[in-house]
Nanobody, 123 residues
């Protein structure tokens, strides 16, 4: 499974961005997908996760009400719509996928990772 992120950039506080994560896979197995982020000098943390069929989602408290994770089906890209961005949202954002476990925010459960995309929010 290969994952490719896109959509990062430099924005001002209060602006919006939409990140995309495209999965390339050779099986019909459905993958749960999560977005993580890592700021300089900090650990990589969960942002949001979505089930393979798109019916279940989970969010970090820090982004609830501002970010929305979505997908139309297991075959479609996963999006992270980020609204009302804050400077503390500045980080490299990674998408990750796994099919072994149920929907989870545990970073060690995710076997496949993208290369990351930089999001910078200026004040």
């Amino acid at each position: 499974v290969q994952l490719v992120e896109s959509g990062g950039g430099l924005v001002q506080a209060g602006d919006s961005l939409r990140l995309s994560c495209t999965l390339s896979k050779r099986t019909s197995v459905g993958y749960h997908v999560a977005w993580f982020r890592q700021a300089p000098g900090k650990e990589r943390d969960i942002v949001a996760a979505i089930s393979s069929n798109g019916e279940s989602t989970v969010y970090a408290d820090s982004v609830k009400g501002r970010f929305t994770i979505s997908r139309d089906s297991a075959e479609d890209p996963v999006y992270l719509q980020m609204d009302n961005l804050k400077p503390e949202d500045t980080a490299v954002y990674y998408c990750a996928a796994q099919s072994r476990w149920g929907l989870t925010t545990t970073i060690s459960a995710y076997s496949y990772w993208g290369q990351g995309t930089q999001v910078t929010v200026s004040s």
